[in-house]
């Protein structure tokens, strides 16, 4: 009506909103480019370069790519202003990467700054030059880390010790030796905030030198309380790993449990459990799982994937000699420094200090975490989510811990789906008989809850706890009686998505708890069947209908209306949905098999009835079902119809009776609680795989107790005695030590023997597994393709350590063996399997040279060949195949290079004219290396020569002249640039090696999809999950290798939560380029659904860039094109 | 350890992103992570841990903002979040607020903030205190000093002095004219009372915050006369675990400014300061709804900022509210309001009202949950008292001041 107005209302609501900005960089990030740049940049006030390098951040922020700006930028490194040197360097090294030319540029100023007299300086200084990641200055920036290791100002050792782990990132294999070392002297510093910065340098850049620690366990463990909330997350994992690597587990603690069963000391554990968990009455299963969780622990994914390969394979039991007592000083000192981080207010560090007391506190100081732990769930939502996640693996393991505080774990309103989801299974497991009656009533009241899911769950919960403890069952069932009759009074009129499935849920829950004494809930059954008529959730219906037919002859009542209640079913049979029809067949079928009593006509009337019906039915599966059990009861019901059965009883009829008995006839067995999925995983508390499922990059369990080596520690006593003296109490730590190298001196063979004969020793710290052979040995002998189906797996499974499979996968058994590199390479979440003899399965590609129709009925096919020259590595091998497609003879066939003079007559001798093409290739063009001609071709006759060709191009075809009866065809042959290299076997520490010189501008990656595996996967139908990811690396590798000539170095299988996801299939290959024999790695990693077509990474890493780039696109385009269906 | 921190708007743009190693994280990661809580809000938009096809995510979401930090190894994920929270707390605080606007009008100093706390993907410096010596926070004097003179530096020059002394918290030799110390129990209430009326649940969450102004490097002791009911405590990184452990006292070298002392639960307590009745009665396709709230005045305080919140069920078409006291607002996800505002001396408030069912629906089946909000000033609702508050080494004289506020955290009603 009066836009005028509106528009002064806005503009002024602008206006306010504008002073209110005023002064603040609102106006940069709005319009950052509304100026040039370039020139302020050039400025010489620092006001103009601050403005400019503002808005450079501001186009940073909003995405923008403003690198070119890059040379100005960092002229002004040298910038007297602090505030242009922070943007600077914010810049610099968000683009660092990008541009490592002109970054080098800036070098010279950071050295200058590092001698400044302010340690703000001289710390950015450091943060950036470690920062900008440049191989080439590597060295500097070690010199520069030392320099500043010294400095007088705790921020500076500080910057320093974070920089640590960005030049290990580098990977400087030369100088790792000196990045420990200065690790380790940050770790002796006596201010608490470097010690933080050193730990987590340490756990990223030689997590596995223990030796550092143990110089300084002591002290380090006095200080942990004071150092930075950060460090001390890290520190306490550290100690933890460092203790039980040295010292072995606790006897007192739960992870005691692992030990061997045979000992009388269990039998004070059992006590102990049974004492504090009175009225569980599956504990039984729950100290088995919580055996699981422990085992898990110590056990990394690649033990895990071997073990549960093989079937039933028992965990390797722990030596009593790998627990050390609570009473160990080096065990006290460590309780004792993180029971006070229990009360720290970073939830971070309480979980932490949690976790050390989990695995190494006495039982009966467990208690100490479960109230911090509670508390914990107050921070902030997100932690609480992280925390809960936490307590259901503890509660699991151990639910008396947490039994006192049920009511902890009540349902909020404001809690998110997930956690309310989470604190109903804590809930269902920690109920008692003395709280079973809170709990229960706490459950009423979130089946009231508008959210239904929620509600469904919680009716699940019921049942849960009904399982548990059946005292509580009838009251159970009762509950959820009424329930069910209220849903279906709602349900009657309303379809809401959630109401089903609280009525599903409860009739679910009632079925368990059922099937646990099915005698005593004769009146359940009948209270539900009787609710038939009301429910109409196909589901539901089909649920009850099962009940039916499985207690069809329970007790007195059923069997009687059993009939009834079938004819009803009969009746409305037409109008049911699906699952329902096919319970109501079953159910037909088992009350026929069941009854003996005398309405046994009325029965087979239903039957019959049932059975027409169904033979009409508009769906398959109806039909298919009831034509299966037409002809499976044909006899049953024809035999009883005639009443002088017994004498004519014919074989037919009693074997599909027997059929039919073992079908529907028996009773399903009363499953005892439901037992977890063997599969299940679980992680150390508090980490990240805890939380996702899976074992993430770098997830690392608990070191093999005492699994230090000896000889390394003595070293240590000895340095540590040095070092210490200034602590004054050498004697103490240095004892205790020697005492306990002593005593397990004599245990180091135990352990090595107990791991030759089952555990896995993919061992971080004991390299001394040289008992490897004989395992190389069993695998080499091994069937390959047996062991695809799991025939090996089940006999060699536990042998079959990431080693032995490496091995296995090289050609040469030695490769692996030879390198120790295999220590400091990190570990990663898949498992290292292989797909046999894949090269025997080859086939190789067809190339036409000249088609019957232009040749005068001479066809010739070619293929490249896998085989190497022996003449020249410069020279391609060829297959030409020769076929007279015509009826009459051909003579005097000979290939040869259009560009040499035809002079060169086929005729004369070999060797000349090869030696002589060998000298010509390196001044000319594609040349070849002449063939033996052919004298003479029948008709239908097949000849097929050897032919060596060198390509100067990797792209343009090689032009040749075929001769034929002295008629001249030109021809091109196309080169296939996944020919021009050969294979390379190596090991995969080689080829990681290989890799890792091969970064930056050597490394190419593209991306295709690939969908050659879905055929295979369509092929079979009994795909077990472990066989979907073996097809698909068998589909990649022989893509691969039928389509260029390399050699498998290894195959990464991905330990995924899920068992449909590939992504993390990693497949690598290894060549050498022909001409020059330089190495040309291939990594091929999938990503997707195994039943969807895969998206598929491929890195090249190749020192010729030009190759490696044509190779990389030969790959992706051989990748993506779909295979031809092989026969 | 982290490798980038991306600030995304309530509509799911970047407002900025800081990558921290050399392995760089596209944005890509962003779009992905927003597209997948759009479409799964109920599984997935809220879980604080996500594992994405190439990075794991974490998430803290803060009014409005979503901070979502990505990694692709494994590290502890609660620190992760922790320091997530930690930068959302401090940007609070440097921008006096946390909204799309404030970040981006200050993008220059989160940059700065984000490059002090965090290096190389671990946590740097996190304390505020430090952290504001260091990047001066944004104030209407630099504000207008930049707009007169156009020069601003919110960079320190220096290191502060507290980085290197054995007190990593305290800034090195503070001087105050006036020497002060305020002490603030501020405490939330956590209560669920079930439909029956009967206590399932009464528990409060306090925190010790201190404003402390004082010169030099004092040494406080704070003792309180009744620490046994303290069921757990957290404490700042400044207090000595001993002292606590033997003597239940508090013994700590303040930092300077606001912080956070301890924070702390008592449970069991016995009786709310109010109470809230609800009442739901459906027949025949209506359902009458009456609440009765009012105070059980025990403690002589009065009872602020009352306010009754629930949600309709969903099978519930219409609602006629009222209320003899304070207004109630239906908003359009079914969200009901009761402002009461302060309780009045001489009356009960009250709202009664009625509810028209779906069609076809006899009686209503789920029940709404209603969550109560108040404030009381002056009274710790868990009966927590401060002794004394000593100061040592520091010998001139000091003011100080305690004050105690408690609110309704998680305080439900169901019906």
Same mark, same amino acid.
């Given at each position: 009506?009066?836009?005028?107005?509106?528009?002064?209302?806005?503009?002024?609501?602008?206006?306010?909103? /504008?002073?209110?900005?005023?002064?603040?960089?609102?106006?940069?990030?709005?319009?950052?480019?509304?100026?040039?740049?370039?020139?302020?940049?050039?400025?010489?006030?620092?006001?103009?370069?601050?403005?400019?390098?503002?808005?450079?951040?501001?186009?940073?922020?909003?995405?923008?790519?403003?690198?070119?700006?890059?040379?100005?930028?960092?002229?002004?490194?040298?910038?007297?202003?602090?505030?242009?040197?922070?943007?600077?360097?914010?810049?610099?090294?968000?683009?660092?990467?990008?541009?490592?030319?002109?970054?080098?540029?800036?070098?010279?100023?950071?050295?200058?700054?590092?001698?400044?007299?302010? +340690?703000?300086?001289? &710390?950015?200084?450091?943060?950036?030059?470690?920062?900008?990641?440049?191989?080439?200055?590597?060295?500097?920036?070690?010199?520069?880390?030392?320099?500043?290791?010294?400095?007088?100002?705790?921020? #500076?050792?500080?910057?320093?010790?974070?920089?640590?782990?960005?030049?290990?990132?580098?990977?400087?294999?030369?100088?790792?030796?000196?990045?420990?070392?200065?690790?380790?002297?940050?770790?002796?510093?006596?201010?608490?905030?470097?010690?933080?910065?050193?730990?987590?340098?340490? &756990?990223?850049?030689?997590?596995?030198?223990?030796?550092?620690?143990?110089?300084?366990?002591?002290?380090?463990?006095?200080?942990? +309380?004071?150092?930075?909330?950060?460090?001390?997350?890290?520190?306490?994992?550290?100690?933890?790993?460092?203790?039980? /690597?040295?010292?072995?587990?606790?006897?007192?603690?739960?992870?005691?449990?692992?030990?061997?069963?045979?000992?009388?000391?269990?039998?004070?554990?059992?006590?102990?459990?049974?004492?504090?968990?009175?009225?569980?009455?599956?504990?039984?299963?729950?100290?088995?799982?919580?055996?699981?969780?422990?085992?898990?622990?110590?056990?990394?994914?690649?033990?895990?994937?071997?073990?549960?390969?093989?079937?039933?394979?028992?965990?390797?039991?722990?030596?009593?000699?790998?627990?050390?007592?609570?009473?160990?000083?080096?065990?006290?000192?460590?309780?004792?420094?993180?029971?006070?981080?229990?009360?720290?207010?970073?939830?971070?560090?309480?979980?932490?200090?949690?976790?050390?007391?989990?695995?190494? &506190?006495?039982?009966?100081?467990?208690?100490?975490?479960?109230? +911090?732990?509670?508390?914990?769930?107050?921070?902030?939502?997100?932690?609480?989510?992280?925390?809960?996640?936490?307590?259901?693996?503890?509660?699991?393991?151990?639910?008396?811990?947490?039994?006192?505080?049920?009511?902890?774990?009540?349902?909020?309103?404001?809690?998110?789906?997930?956690?309310?989801?989470?604190?109903?299974?804590?809930?269902?497991?920690?109920?008692?008989?003395?709280?079973?009656?809170?709990?229960?009533?706490?459950?009423?009241?979130?089946?009231?809850?508008?959210?239904?899911?929620?509600?469904?769950?919680?009716?699940?919960?019921?049942?849960?706890?009904?399982?548990?403890?059946?005292?509580?069952?009838?009251?159970?069932?009762?509950?959820?009686?009424?329930?069910?009759?209220?849903?279906?009074?709602?349900?009657?009129?309303?379809?809401?998505?959630?109401?089903?499935?609280?009525?599903?849920?409860?009739?679910?829950?009632?079925?368990?708890?059922?099937?646990?004494?099915?005698?005593?809930?004769?009146?359940?059954?009948?209270?539900?069947?009787?609710?038939?008529?009301?429910?109409?959730?196909?589901?539901?219906?089909?649920?009850?209908?099962?009940?039916?037919?499985?207690?069809?002859?329970?007790?007195?009542?059923?069997?009687?209306?059993?009939?009834? #209640?079938?004819?009803?079913?009969?009746?409305?049979?037409?109008?049911?949905?699906?699952?329902?029809?096919?319970?109501?067949?079953?159910?037909?079928?088992?009350?026929?098999?069941?009854?003996?009593?005398?309405?046994?006509?009325?029965?087979?009337?239903?039957?019959?009835?049932?059975?027409?019906?169904?033979?009409?039915?508009?769906?398959?599966?109806?039909?298919?079902?009831?034509?299966?059990?037409?002809?499976?009861?044909?006899?049953?019901?024809?035999?009883?119809?005639?009443?002088?059965?017994?004498?004519? $009883?014919?074989?037919?009829?009693?074997?599909?009776?027997?059929?039919?008995?073992?079908?529907?006839?028996?009773?399903?067995?009363?499953?005892?609680?439901?037992?977890?999925?063997?599969?299940?995983?679980?992680?150390?508390?508090?980490?990240?795989?805890?939380?996702?499922?899976?074992?993430?990059?770098?997830?690392?369990?608990?070191?093999?107790?005492?699994?230090?080596?000896?000889?390394?520690?003595?070293?240590?006593?000895?340095? /540590?005695?040095?070092?210490?003296?200034?602590?004054?109490?050498?004697?103490?730590?240095?004892?205790?030590?020697?005492?306990?190298?002593?005593?397990?001196?004599?245990?180091?063979?135990?352990?090595?023997?107990?791991?030759?004969?089952?555990?896995?020793?993919?061992?971080?710290?004991?390299?001394?597994?040289?008992?490897?052979?004989?395992?190389?040995?069993?695998?080499?002998?091994?069937?390959?393709?047996?062991?695809?189906?799991?025939? #090996?797996?089940?006999?060699?499974?536990?042998?079959?350590?990431?080693?032995?499979?490496?091995?296995?996968?090289?050609?040469?058994?030695?490769?692996?063996?030879?390198?120790?590199?295999?220590?400091?390479?990190?570990?990663?979440?898949? &498992?290292?399997?292989?797909?046999?003899?894949?090269?025997?399965?080859?086939?190789?590609?067809?190339?036409?040279?000249?088609?019957?129709?232009?040749?005068?009925?001479?066809?010739?096919?070619?293929?490249?060949?896998? %085989?190497?020259?022996?003449?020249?590595?410069?020279?391609?091998?060829?297959?030409?195949?020769?076929?007279?497609?015509?009826?009459? /003879?051909?003579?005097?066939?000979?290939?040869?290079? %259009?560009?040499?003079?035809?002079?060169?007559?086929?005729?004369?001798?070999?060797?000349?004219?090869?030696?002589?093409?060998?000298?010509?290739?390196?001044?000319?063009?594609?040349?070849?290396?002449?063939?033996?001609?052919?004298?003479?071709?029948?008709?239908?006759?097949?000849?097929?020569?050897?032919?060596?060709?060198?390509?100067?191009?990797?792209?343009?075809?090689?032009?040749?002249?075929?001769?034929?009866?002295?008629?001249?065809?030109?021809?091109?042959?196309?080169?296939?640039?996944?020919?021009?290299?050969? +294979?390379?076997?190596?090991?995969?520490?080689?080829?990681?090696?290989?890799?890792?010189?091969?970064?930056?501008?050597?490394?190419?990656?593209?991306?295709?999809?690939?969908?050659?595996?879905?055929? %295979?996967?369509?092929?079979?139908?009994?795909?077990?999950?472990?066989?979907?990811?073996?097809?698909?690396?068998?589909?990649?590798?022989?893509?691969?290798?039928?389509?260029?000539?390399?050699?498998?170095?290894?195959?990464?299988?991905?330990?995924?939560?899920?068992?449909?996801?590939?992504?993390?299939?990693?497949?690598?290959?290894?060549?050498?380029?022909?001409?020059?024999?330089?190495?040309?790695?291939?990594?091929?990693?999938?990503?997707?659904?195994?039943?969807?077509?895969?998206?598929?990474?491929?890195?090249?890493?190749?020192? $010729?860039?030009?190759?490696?780039?044509?190779?990389?696109?030969?790959?992706?385009?051989?990748?993506?094109?779909?295979?031809?269906?092989?026969? | 350890?982290?490798?980038?921190?991306?600030?995304?708007?309530?509509?799911?743009?970047?407002?900025?992103?800081?990558?921290?190693?050399?392995?760089?994280?596209?944005?890509?990661?962003?779009?992905?992570?927003?597209?997948?809580?759009?479409?799964?809000?109920?599984?997935?938009?809220?879980?604080?841990?996500?594992?994405?096809?190439?990075?794991?995510?974490?998430?803290?979401?803060?009014?409005?903002?979503?901070?979502?930090?990505?990694?692709?190894?494994?590290?502890?994920?609660?620190?992760?979040?922790?320091?997530?929270?930690?930068?959302?707390?401090?940007?609070?605080?440097?921008?006096?607020?946390?909204?799309?606007?404030?970040?981006?009008?200050?993008?220059?100093?989160?940059?700065?903030?984000?490059?002090?706390?965090?290096?190389?993907?671990?946590?740097?410096?996190?304390?505020?205190?430090?952290?504001? @010596?260091?990047?001066?926070?944004?104030?209407?004097?630099?504000?207008?000093?930049?707009?007169?003179?156009?020069?601003?530096?919110?960079?320190?020059?220096?290191?502060?002095?507290?980085?290197?002394?054995? =007190?990593?918290?305290?800034?090195?030799?503070?001087?105050?004219?006036?020497?002060? =110390?305020?002490?603030?129990?501020? @405490?939330?209430?956590?209560?669920?009372?079930?439909?029956?009326?009967?206590?399932?649940?009464? @528990?409060?969450?306090?925190?010790?915050?201190?404003?402390?102004?004082?010169?030099?490097?004092?040494?406080?002791?704070?003792?309180?006369?009744?620490?046994?009911?303290?069921?757990?405590?957290?404490?700042?990184?400044?207090?000595?675990?001993?002292?606590?452990?033997?003597?239940?006292?508090?013994?700590?070298?303040?930092?300077?400014?606001?912080?956070?002392?301890?924070?702390?639960?008592?449970?069991?307590?016995?009786?709310?300061?109010?109470?809230?009745?609800?009442?739901?009665?459906?027949?025949?396709?209506?359902?009458?709804?009456?609440?009765?709230?009012?105070?059980?005045?025990?403690?002589?305080?009065?009872?602020?900022?009352?306010?009754?919140?629930?949600?309709?069920?969903?099978?519930?078409?219409?609602?006629?509210?009222?209320?003899?006291?304070?207004?109630?607002?239906?908003?359009?996800?079914?969200?009901?309001?009761?402002?009461?505002?302060?309780?009045?001396?001489?009356?009960?408030?009250?709202?009664?009202?009625?509810?028209?069912?779906?069609?076809?629906?006899?009686?209503?089946?789920?029940?709404?949950?209603?969550?109560?909000?108040?404030?009381?000033?002056?009274?710790?609702?868990?009966?927590?008292?401060?002794?004394?508050?000593?100061?040592?080494?520091?010998?001139?004289?000091?003011?100080?001041?305690?004050?105690?506020?408690?609110?309704?955290?998680?305080?439900?009603?169901?019906?």
């Amino acid at each position: 009506m009066f836009p005028q107005f509106g528009a002064t209302a806005e503009s002024l609501s602008k206006a306010s909103t /504008a002073v209110f900005r005023i002064g603040t960089d609102a106006h940069l990030y709005d319009d950052p480019d509304d100026v040039n740049i370039a020139p302020l940049l050039e400025s010489k006030f620092d006001s103009e370069k601050t403005e400019a390098l503002k808005r450079l951040l501001a186009l940073i922020a909003q995405g923008f790519d403003v690198s070119n700006f890059f040379p100005q930028v960092v002229k002004n490194v040298a910038s007297q202003s602090l505030e242009v040197k922070k943007l600077v360097y914010l810049y610099l090294l968000h683009y660092a990467e990008k541009r490592p030319n002109e970054a080098l540029l800036s070098i010279n100023c950071f050295q200058k700054d590092l001698g400044d007299t302010n +340690p703000l300086v001289r &710390a950015w200084a450091l943060r950036a030059m470690a920062g900008i990641r440049l191989h080439v200055i590597a060295p500097l920036v070690l010199v520069a880390v030392g320099k500043c290791a010294r400095d007088p100002s705790v921020y #500076v050792r500080k910057c320093a010790a974070n920089a640590l782990p960005k030049l290990h990132d580098l990977r400087m294999e030369e100088h790792t030796s000196a990045i420990e070392e200065i690790v380790g002297m940050l770790l002796n510093d006596n201010s608490p905030g470097v010690v933080g910065a050193a730990a987590s340098a340490f &756990a990223s850049v030689c997590p596995n030198n223990f030796s550092l620690i143990g110089r300084n366990y002591k002290k380090l463990c006095e200080i942990l +309380p004071d150092v930075e909330e950060w460090g001390q997350i890290i520190l306490i994992g550290i100690l933890l790993r460092y203790v039980i /690597a040295s010292y072995g587990l606790v006897k007192e603690s739960i992870m005691f449990s692992l030990y061997g069963k045979d000992d009388n000391l269990e039998v004070d554990e059992q006590d102990f459990i049974l004492k504090e968990d009175t009225g569980y009455t599956s504990e039984k299963t729950l100290s088995e799982l919580a055996n699981m969780i422990l085992q898990c622990y110590i056990e990394g994914p690649d033990e895990y994937l071997s073990r549960s390969s093989s079937a039933n394979m028992v965990p390797p039991k722990l030596d009593v000699s790998q627990f050390t007592s609570c009473s160990n000083d080096i065990v006290k000192i460590l309780l004792k420094c993180t029971s006070p981080l229990l009360w720290s207010n970073n939830s971070a560090v309480v979980l932490a200090a949690a976790g050390v007391h989990w695995i190494m &506190a006495s039982k009966g100081d467990l208690k100490r975490i479960v109230k +911090p732990l509670l508390f914990l769930m107050r921070s902030s939502y997100a932690s609480r989510y992280v925390v809960l996640c936490n307590i259901q693996v503890f509660v699991k393991a151990m639910p008396s811990l947490f039994a006192p505080h049920y009511e902890d774990f009540f349902v909020c309103s404001s809690d998110s789906y997930q956690i309310k989801a989470l604190k109903l299974e804590i809930l269902s497991s920690v109920a008692v008989e003395s709280s079973v009656s809170f709990i229960l009533k706490e459950f009423q009241d979130y089946i009231r809850d508008p959210d239904r899911k929620f509600a469904a769950d919680t009716v699940a919960a019921i049942g849960l706890c009904a399982q548990k403890l059946p005292k509580m069952a009838t009251t159970c069932v009762e509950g959820l009686l009424t329930l069910i009759r209220q849903e279906y009074f709602c349900g009657e009129i309303r379809s809401m998505d959630g109401e089903d499935g609280v009525l599903i849920q409860a009739i679910i829950s009632i079925k368990s708890i059922i099937k646990l004494d099915p005698p005593s809930y004769e009146k359940v059954i009948i209270q539900l069947v009787r609710s038939l008529d009301a429910i109409k959730i196909p589901s539901a219906r089909a649920m009850i209908i099962w009940l039916v037919g499985e207690y069809c002859s329970l007790g007195e009542i059923i069997p009687r209306m059993v009939s009834t #209640v079938l004819k009803y079913l009969a009746r409305c049979f037409t109008s049911e949905a699906l699952e329902t029809k096919l319970q109501i067949l079953n159910t037909t079928a088992k009350v026929l098999i069941c009854n003996t009593g005398e309405d046994i006509s009325t029965l087979q009337k239903v039957w019959s009835y049932v059975i027409e019906l169904a033979e009409c039915d508009m769906n398959y599966d109806v039909r298919d079902r009831s034509r299966f059990l037409k002809k499976l009861f044909s006899c049953n019901v024809d035999s009883q119809n005639h009443v002088e059965e017994q004498n004519s $009883e014919s074989q037919k009829r009693d074997q599909s009776y027997v059929f039919a008995e073992c079908i529907f006839g028996r009773q399903t067995t009363a499953v005892t609680v439901p037992t977890e999925p063997i599969n299940d995983r679980f992680y150390l508390p508090g980490s990240l795989s805890q939380l996702v499922f899976h074992a993430a990059p770098g997830y690392e369990p608990l070191p093999k107790p005492c699994s230090l080596p000896y000889i390394d520690f003595d070293q240590n006593d000895g340095t /540590a005695n040095s070092d210490s003296d200034e602590d004054g109490d050498p004697s103490t730590s240095g004892s205790v030590d020697e005492g306990s190298a002593s005593d397990y001196s004599s245990e180091q063979s135990v352990t090595a023997s107990s791991e030759a004969d089952g555990s896995d020793e993919i061992d971080s710290g004991n390299e001394g597994n040289n008992n490897v052979d004989p395992l190389i040995q069993i695998s080499d002998t091994g069937n390959v393709s047996e062991e695809q189906n799991g025939g #090996v797996h089940s006999r060699f499974g536990d042998l079959m350590s990431t080693k032995s499979l490496e091995s296995w996968l090289d050609e040469p058994a030695k490769s692996s063996k030879e390198n120790e590199t295999n220590q400091s390479r990190a570990r990663r979440s898949s &498992a290292r399997i292989t797909i046999g003899n894949i090269r025997s399965r080859i086939k190789p590609k067809y190339y036409t040279l000249l088609d019957p129709a232009n040749g005068n009925g001479l066809k010739v096919n070619y293929s490249f060949s896998t %085989e190497t020259s022996s003449v020249s590595s410069h020279l391609v091998s060829l297959e030409v195949f020769f076929e007279n497609c015509s009826s009459e /003879a051909m003579s005097d066939i000979v290939l040869i290079d %259009e560009s040499s003079n035809r002079s060169s007559d086929p005729s004369t001798n070999q060797t000349p004219s090869t030696t002589e093409n060998t000298m010509k290739i390196h001044t000319e063009n594609p040349a070849m290396v002449s063939m033996e001609d052919i004298p003479s071709l029948e008709p239908g006759q097949t000849e097929n020569r050897t032919l060596l060709v060198r390509f100067h191009h990797h792209l343009l075809p090689l032009k040749l002249a075929l001769f034929c009866n002295d008629t001249k065809f030109p021809v091109k042959l196309k080169p296939d640039i996944g020919y021009f290299v050969k +294979p390379l076997p190596i090991s995969i520490e080689a080829f990681r090696d290989k890799e890792s010189h091969l970064p930056g501008m050597f490394e190419y990656i593209r991306s295709c999809t690939f969908t050659d595996h879905l055929v %295979e996967l369509n092929k079979g139908s009994n795909s077990l999950t472990e066989d979907k990811f073996l097809v698909i690396c068998e589909a990649l590798a022989l893509k691969m290798m039928s389509n260029a000539n390399l050699s498998l170095v290894s195959v990464d299988m991905p330990v995924a939560s899920n068992l449909d996801d590939a992504s993390g299939l990693c497949l690598r290959f290894s060549s050498e380029i022909l001409s020059n024999s330089m190495p040309c790695l291939i990594t091929v990693t999938v990503e997707g659904k195994c039943s969807d077509p895969l998206t598929v990474s491929v890195k090249v890493n190749c020192e $010729e860039t030009v190759f490696g780039l044509n190779f990389l696109n030969r790959v992706v385009n051989f990748l993506a094109e779909p295979s031809v269906t092989r026969s | 350890m982290l490798q980038c921190i991306f600030l995304l708007s309530n509509s799911g743009e970047v407002i900025l992103e800081k990558q921290l190693t050399g392995h760089r994280v596209d944005r890509s990661i962003c779009s992905w992570f927003w597209d997948q809580s759009i479409s799964q809000a109920h599984s997935f938009g809220q879980l604080p841990v996500i594992a994405s096809p190439t990075h794991y995510l974490f998430q803290v979401f803060r009014e409005g903002i979503t901070f979502l930090a990505c990694t692709q190894v494994e590290m502890p994920p609660l620190m992760a979040i922790e320091f997530l929270c930690r930068v959302a707390d401090v940007l609070n605080d440097y921008l006096g607020g946390l909204n799309e606007d404030l970040i981006k009008d200050n993008f220059v100093i989160v940059y700065e903030l984000l490059d002090e706390m965090i290096d190389n993907g671990f946590p740097l410096t996190t304390e505020p205190n430090i952290l504001q @010596e260091m990047i001066a926070p944004p104030n209407i004097v630099s504000k207008v000093l930049s707009v007169v003179t156009g020069t601003s530096s919110n960079v320190s020059d220096t290191l502060p002095g507290a980085s290197a002394s054995g =007190v990593p918290w305290r800034t090195a030799d503070p001087k105050y004219a006036q020497n002060e =110390v305020y002490i603030d129990l501020a @405490e939330e209430m956590d209560a669920t009372i079930n439909r029956d009326g009967a206590l399932m649940k009464c @528990e409060v969450y306090g925190q010790v915050k201190v404003n402390s102004h004082i010169s030099g490097l004092p040494d406080m002791t704070l003792s309180f006369t009744n620490p046994s009911i303290l069921d757990q405590v957290r404490f700042h990184p400044c207090v000595r675990f001993r002292q606590w452990e033997s003597h239940q006292i508090l013994s700590f070298v303040p930092p300077d400014g606001q912080f956070k002392l301890m924070s702390y639960r008592v449970r069991k307590l016995k009786s709310t300061p109010l109470y809230v009745k609800p009442q739901l009665t459906s027949n025949g396709g209506t359902c009458r709804l009456n609440v009765m709230v009012g105070s059980r005045n025990n403690h002589g305080k009065t009872i602020d900022l009352v306010t009754v919140q629930f949600q309709l069920p969903s099978c519930i078409l219409s609602a006629d509210l009222t209320s003899n006291h304070g207004t109630v607002n239906i908003l359009a996800d079914k969200t009901c309001n009761w402002n009461i505002g302060r309780i009045p001396k001489d009356k009960a408030p009250s709202m009664s009202g009625t509810l028209v069912l779906e069609t076809g629906l006899e009686r209503l089946h789920t029940f709404p949950t209603f969550r109560v909000g108040f404030k009381m000033m002056g009274v710790a609702l868990s009966g927590l008292k401060i002794d004394k508050l000593d100061l040592k080494t520091v010998p001139y004289r000091f003011f100080k001041g305690f004050r105690a506020v408690s609110r309704a955290g998680e305080f439900e009603v169901r019906s």
